[in-house]
C-alpha cells in the first residue's frame, strides 16, 4: 500500500519478530535480562515465525544482543541462509531494581513504589531502571537511524527484537502519543510489519502468529 500512496519515495519493509516464548514469559515476570533462553514452546515459535518469514524473502536479518533474540533469530539464518547482523540501540525495557518480579509482588512488597509508578506508567520509571517515555523515545531515535540509513533503504528487513521494542516502533510509525503504548498485545513469536519511506510510514498488520506445526 505504502508503495501505491508513494510511488515517487523509496519504501524499506521491516519484519518484526519478537523473541520466543521463556519461562520468565509464562511466569509473567518483569525482566530485560539478556542471558534468558527460550524454551522449547519458544523454539517451535521461532521456527513458526521462521516459515512465515522465508516466504517473504527478506534480504537483510538483524537483532538484537540478548540471548533469546540470538536463538530466535537461529531458524530464519538456517532457513534463508541469511547471517543475522547483530545490531545497537534496540535493548528491551530496562525494568531496573524490579528485575524477575511480579506486578503482584511489587504491589505487596513495595507498594509505595508501585502506586507511585501506576500514577503515570508512562513517565515514572521502575527503580534504577527506564521510564516507558524513555525506552520509546530511544527506540524512535533508533527507528530513525536505520529507516534514514541509505544501506537498508528500499530493502525488505527482518529484525528480531523484544514486545518494548515493538510497540515502540508502533508508536513511532503511527505519531501517537506515548501513552497509547501499553495497548499493543505483541505476543512471543509473533510478526509486525511496517513499512516506512523517507516522509511516511505503514503498519500494513501487526503481531501475526504464525501457526505451529
Known sequence: MAEELHPLEEVT???FVRHGHTMATEMGLL??????????????QA?????????????????????????????IEEILDLQAE?????????????????YLDIKKNDPDQ????????????????ESIAQLAGRIGEAMQA??????????KICMVTHSGIIRSALVHALEMPVRNFWRFSVPTGSITRIDFSKNFATVQFASVRPELT
Do not use: M
Open 47 to 75: 521456527q513458526a515465525a521462521a516459515r512465515y518469514i522465508a516466504a517473504h524473502r527478506p534480504e537483510l536479518l538483524l537483532r538484537g544482543k540478548a540471548v533469546r533474540v540470538a536463538q530466535s533469530a537461529q531458524p
Open 13 to 15: 519493509t521491516i519484519y
Open 86 to 102: 547483530t545490531i545497537e540501540g534496540f535493548e528491551e525495557w530496562n525494568v531496573g531494581n524490579w528485575e524477575g518480579r511480579t
Open 114 to 129: 508501585y502506586h507511585q509508578w501506576c500514577a503515570d506508567p508512562i513517565e515514572n520509571a521502575p527503580p534504577e531502571g
Open 146 to 155: 536505520v529507516s534514514g540509513n541509505t544501506r537498508y533503504a528500499g530493502k
Open 31 to 44: 525482566y530485560s535480562d539478556p542471558s534468558l533462553e527460550i524454551t522449547e514452546k519458544g523454539k517451535l
